[in-house]
């Protein structure tokens, strides 16, 4: 259950964004709801990629800006785990040492929405994420849409 409180846990800030204007980079050609076959991923990778280190680094700086906290407060990033090189080049973009992403993408693969949960639970169970922590929620999906959440766990 999600509820407010007064303890020390929680969301600090939440930043999401969408451009529709860049569906042809990352979409699903079908489906069974929409052409009634089994439809394929489509990515543009190299523009992809741009995107998203571009995107992602820029939503958790305004995330962070929201929560009054800087890069340096960060614990840990929890990123959607799309790939190795993503995640690497987010977080030298944003200044952060690589050691303190979760990374998760050699051990699950890219799991779309369910990366971040995974991710998280890894680093909970093994200790790495302790009650206290400033973390970096991020994620990128099709469409484009993208975003940040900065919480204490």
Do not use: C
């Amino acid at each position: 259950m999600l509820r407010a409180g007064e303890g020390e846990s929680g969301v600090l800030s939440s930043r999401l964004h969408a451009d529709g204007r860049h569906n042809q980079l990352l979409y699903v050609d079908g489906g069974p709801s929409t052409t009634g076959t089994v439809g394929k991923l489509r990515m543009k990778g190299r523009e992809v990629f741009r995107h998203a280190v571009v995107n992602l680094s820029e939503v958790m700086h305004e995330a962070l800006d929201a929560a009054g906290l800087e890069a340096g407060d960060v614990d840990w990033v929890v990123p959607h785990q799309a790939n190795r090189r993503i995640l690497d080049a987010t977080a030298k973009k944003l200044g952060l040492d690589p050691g303190k992403v979760i990374v998760t993408v050699d051990q699950h693969a890219n799991t779309s929405a369910a990366s971040v949960p995974l991710a998280l639970d890894t680093a909970v169970r093994d200790g790495r994420i302790k009650r206290g922590d400033i973390l970096v929620l991020e994620a990128m999906g099709g469409g484009f849409t993208w975003g940040a959440s900065v919480v204490r766990y």
